[in-house]
């Protein structure tokens, strides 16, 4: 055997240990954020014919469920059954030719780091998704990036996006003061209201009346009630433009506190480690 033969060997070796050690990685997500916590994150192992979120364009309906809920299969909301990522993407932890997926549970508070290892299968590229909380639709998103097969670390950063399937009306969804117009109680996808609260250590304002909307016609000329929100939307995916908030708990035009829930891009950072052969 010559040395060329020998060469191509090798070469043919290494490439076989690359792969092999592509398919589980370790991922960990840090929460760079003052007082914003991350719900449960979806992390997908997938071809070029999946796409999760794309700024500038329209959110999906399983999108609209995670920005607003944090919900991303049927066993987190019987509700959100068919229009999830569950739906969108076939059965969890199974090679499903163009993805596999996984939830992977418990809230990453702000300052920490969780990690898990995740099998690709194989896939090409990898997104991940996380609703911010409390927030009306705010998700941090990694979007299709190419799978590193070489061992090592591998660090991205991701910004917060607006799903834009829900107003930014900053109201607590736990009150009980305001309700959605037509008297349904806020919260929860196709309604008004942040989720989340109580995630973070720091209180949110919980009354006040100077957020609720006095007697007249929303846009499309039905009357409004005193007390009452019209819910809507707010264009396509696109960067967050982050919370107004205010710093009075009793009253004012939201229930988040500005010098406490207010963020700056990048809230997170994502690391993938290959591991050695």
Same mark, same amino acid.
């Given at each position: ?38 719900? *449960? ?6 071809? /070029? =014919?999946?796409?999760? @979120?794309?700024?500038? !364009?329209?959110? &999906? #309906?399983? %999108? ?26 076939? *059965? ?6 163009? /993805? =596999?997926?996984?939830? @992977?549970?418990?809230? !990453?508070?702000? &300052? #920490?780091? %969780? ?163």
């Amino acid at each position: 055997m010559n040395k060329r033969q020998l060469a191509s060997i090798a070469l043919l070796t290494a490439a076989t240990w690359n792969t092999a050690s592509a398919e589980i990685i370790d991922i960990s997500i840090t929460n760079l954020t003052h007082a914003m916590s991350f719900t *449960p994150r979806l992390v997908v192992a997938h071809d /070029n =014919t999946i796409d999760l @979120f794309e700024p500038g !364009v329209e959110a &999906s #309906t399983p %999108l609209a469920w995670l920005a607003e809920a944090g919900v991303i299969d049927d066993a987190q909301s019987a509700d959100s059954a068919g229009q999830n990522f569950e739906w969108m993407l076939g *059965p969890t932890d199974n090679d499903n030719t163009t /993805n =596999t997926w996984h939830r @992977f549970g418990g809230l !990453v508070t702000p &300052s #920490t780091t %969780l990690s898990y290892p995740f099998d690709t299968m194989d896939k090409t590229y990898l997104s991940l998704l996380t609703m911010l909380i409390p927030t009306n639709d705010a998700f941090a998103g990694l979007d299709s990036i190419v799978i590193p097969i070489e061992p090592g670390t591998y660090t991205y950063v991701l910004h917060a996006y607006d799903a834009g399937t829900e107003l930014n009306d900053e109201l607590n969804s736990t009150r009980t003061d305001i309700v959605e117009q037509g008297g349904a109680a806020l919260g929860g996808y196709g309604l008004p209201g942040v989720a989340g609260v109580g995630a973070s250590t720091v209180p949110l304002g919980t009354g006040g009346t100077g957020v609720a909307v006095t007697v007249g016609f929303d846009q499309d000329g039905n009357a409004i009630g005193a007390n009452e929100v019209v819910d809507g939307t707010d264009g396509p995916v696109h960067i967050h433009r982050n919370i107004l908030g205010d710093t009075d708990l009793t009253a004012g035009a939201s229930d988040l506190q500005s010098t406490a829930h207010r963020w700056l891009n990048p809230v997170a950072r994502v690391t993938i480690t290959v591991p050695a052969p």
